[in-house]
């Protein structure tokens, strides 16, 4: 299983941008149980999770996300979304998903940068 991230890119702050994480070579009874979620890594900081999904869709965010972010996912396509609105210099950093409670070998990851 390889996951794959993007949709990142340079943007303004108080744009937005939609990452997307595709679980390649995943089976679907490996991906629907599990829970997921996206983290980010700023410059010499410490891997931090932003936003989680569970099996059942519920969700949950870091509280510096303060409702600018939604977190969705297909468990057909195996696919995990990140939609990330009135984007903040802060939210500058490599984006990556994973399994919370099983994590997979990481991806790597989708570079976000927002400009002041």
């Known amino acids: 299983v390889r996951l794959v991230e993007s949709g990142g890119g340079l943007v303004q702050a108080g744009g937005s941008l939609r990452l997307s994480c595709a679980a390649s070579g995943s089976i679907f009874s490996v991906f629907a149980p599990q829970d997921w979620g996206w983290y980010k890594q700023a410059p010499g900081k410490q891997r931090e999770l932003v936003a989680s999904i569970t099996s059942s869709k519920s969700t949950n965010y870091a509280a510096f996300v303060n409702g600018r972010f939604t977190i969705s996912r297909d468990n057909s396509r195996k696919m995990v979304w990140l939609q990330m609105n009135s984007l903040k210099p802060d939210d500058t950093g490599t984006y990556y998903c994973?399994?919370?409670?099983?994590?997979?070998?990481w991806g790597q990851g989708t570079q976000v940068t927002v400009a002041s």
């Open positions: 994973n399994s919370l409670k099983d994590p997979l070998p």
